[in-house]
């Protein structure tokens, strides 16, 4: 199948995983082909491929409905992705677009459980191989942690090994969810994609072993850059 086809496909076993039960309604072809901006052909193709594991069961006219096989939990993202999010960006080319102190949405403020005054530093990067940008990502690393840190270094290393050069941090647990979604204008400038275009979401939350919030970093990527097992 064509990688965009592909990429549809990885996005659907995603949504299976984590959003259905066996014998659950799914979403029609007409539905799908809309949501992606494909031909229903394309979609009929994902469609079979997903029945041919037996997770979606494919009944004609009353539609498809989740099956009985089930991903492991944890075992949604493909092995590529699992893969290059246990290394983060190690290895790749990295573009620091951004730098910059802010107050920060309420919610990322709980979330990294920052003290009322306390500020926070947006990290804007876009992370490649190729000629292309795969990920944009926006990292929120509360200001005490983040005022040793320089462009220099943030465009040599990943954030986490930054930290743990100039912050001393240290093991950190990370929590990683992923979701599908279509791409707004501003991120779809960013990472050279039409507007709407699919695409998956990364959010993983960085905290030390004593549970203590260290930052978060929300990825845009291209689906099609991660193929499936």
């Not at 079979?48 to 991903?71: I, P």
């Not at 930290?163 to 204008?185: F, Q, R, Y």
Request: glycine share 8%; aromatic share 6%; net charge positive.
């Amino acid at each position: 199948m064509p990688p965009h086809a592909l990429s549809i496909e990885q996005i659907l076993r995603q949504r299976i995983a984590r959003r259905h039960r066996p014998g659950d309604r799914f979403a029609s072809e007409l539905q799908l082909a809309r949501e992606f901006g494909v031909s229903r052909t394309v979609i009929r193709k994902v469609l079979a491929r997903l029945a041919s594991d037996d997770l979606l069961s494919l009944e004609g006219r009353r539609g498809a409905f989740v099956g009985t096989a089930r991903l492991p939990d944890g075992s949604a993202p493909t092995r590529p992705f699992a893969e290059e999010a246990a290394t983060d960006e190690g290895g790749s080319r990295i573009e620091v677009v951004n730098i910059a102190t802010i107050e920060g949405e309420g919610a990322i403020r709980k979330r990294l459980a920052l003290a009322e005054a306390e500020r926070l530093v947006v990290i804007e990067r876009l992370i490649g191989t190729g000629s292309l940008p795969e990920r944009y990502a926006l990292s929120y690393v509360p200001y005490r942690l983040a005022a040793p840190l320089t462009k220099r270094d943030l465009q040599r290393i990943p954030v986490l090994q930054a930290l743990a050069e100039k912050a001393s941090v240290g093991i950190c647990v990370v929590e990683e969810t992923i979701e599908a979604l279509l791409a707004d204008i501003d991120v779809a400038s960013r990472l050279q994609v039409g507007v709407g275009s699919a695409l998956l979401l990364s959010e993983r939350f960085y905290s030390d072993q004593a549970g203590t919030p260290l930052f978060l970093t929300q990825s845009y990527m291209r689906p099609g850059r991660y193929r499936l097992p």
